[in-house]
């Protein structure tokens, strides 16, 4: 049987990341959306796995990464303990420079006051002046989507922080519920967005819940934002049932900039470079057989833990 159009998402959208731009360091690079930036197809996760090592193993864990050629940082004002992911990444940067990377940030209080002074807060850990991407973090519900979209609330203060220029773009992140990211997206005026996106959330059955591949992403490809993939491993819960490397080049494959993963040892951020820099989109077919597989056992318990699930 023949995959239609509205199986996946076409051969011309994947085929428009089949051959990335490679850097230096033999990593490939794609556009941002419409930021004009070009990014790794790697991204280095700077929630929990990343606050795992410690401070120093994780600022030479962050180096090392960029030494082997993971150009996007991505961090929140909640991950670690009073701000550890994002001090450790200021460090950094303090140490290296910015040239050549992309630093994205997310702020999760829904007013605007509250908005914009974590933001200040956060620009002081980072040791920076401006992000180059802020996102509202973790979308999770109408409701909350009430709360973002409010007078007074985080879409108002995240674009008076690109008007100040303490962010040169601005976006949303969401976790769970598809529609109400499509409905975000559609209804404001974002950069970028991050979703959570793995082929055991792409379910295959006829009239199943929606997913992000299938409700969110094409709204985003039409508006030409700038998306980033996260949630490969599903938490980890993937592990074991389909190879690493078919988990990110599932991702990779898939019209995205890059896929955000959090890398707790050294031996992870070497594998999945090397997957990075040896990435060959998957066949449409196969990876139609991987989502049918992995969402028959998994989609539903995944729907249900990433509403409660925030960490990148």
């Not at 002081?124 to 180059?132: T, W, Y």
Request: aromatic residues 6%; contains cysteine; glycine residues 8%.
């Amino acid at each position: 049987m023949g995959i239609s159009r509205r199986d996946f998402l076409g051969t011309a959208a994947l085929g428009a990341v089949a051959v990335p731009l490679v850097s230096a360091t033999s990593m490939p690079m794609r556009p941002l959306g419409r930021t004009g930036a070009q990014v790794s197809i790697l991204a280095f996760g700077g929630g929990s796995r990343f606050v795992s090592y410690g401070e120093e193993p994780g600022i030479a864990a962050l180096n090392h990464a960029l030494d082997l050629g993971i150009t996007y940082i991505d961090t929140c004002d909640s991950y670690g303990k009073n701000g550890e992911s994002q001090l450790w990444i200021g460090k950094v940067l303090k140490q290296r420079g910015r040239k050549g990377l992309w630093l994205a940030s997310k702020i999760g209080p829904r007013k605007y006051d509250d908005f914009m002074r974590m933001l200040d807060v956060s620009l002081k850990r980072l040791q920076v002046d401006q992000v180059d991407l802020l996102h509202i973090h973790a979308l999770m519900g109408p409701d909350d989507l009430a709360a973002v979209s409010a007078k007074g609330g985080a879409y108002e203060a995240a674009m008076k922080a690109k008007e100040q220029k303490m962010a040169r773009f601005i976006g949303i992140t969401c976790h769970a519920f598809p529609d109400v990211l499509k409905t975000a997206l559609e209804r404001h005026d974002f950069d970028c967005t991050q979703m959570a996106l793995n082929a055991a959330m792409r379910s295959q059955e006829k009239g199943a819940q929606p997913s992000f591949e299938t409700v969110a992403l094409p709204v985003a490809q039409r508006k030409k934002m700038g998306v980033t993939a996260m949630k490969i491993f599903a938490a980890d819960v993937l592990v074991g049932q389909a190879s690493p490397e078919k988990l990110i080049h599932y991702g990779m494959s898939l019209p995205v900039a890059a896929t955000v993963i959090g890398m707790p040892k050294v031996a992870h951020i070497d594998q999945n470079v090397a997957l990075a820099k040896a990435f060959r989109p998957l066949p449409l077919p196969e990876m139609k057989k991987m989502s049918g597989d992995l969402s028959e056992k998994n989609k539903i318990a995944l729907d249900t833990y990433f509403r409660n699930h925030l960490d990148a």
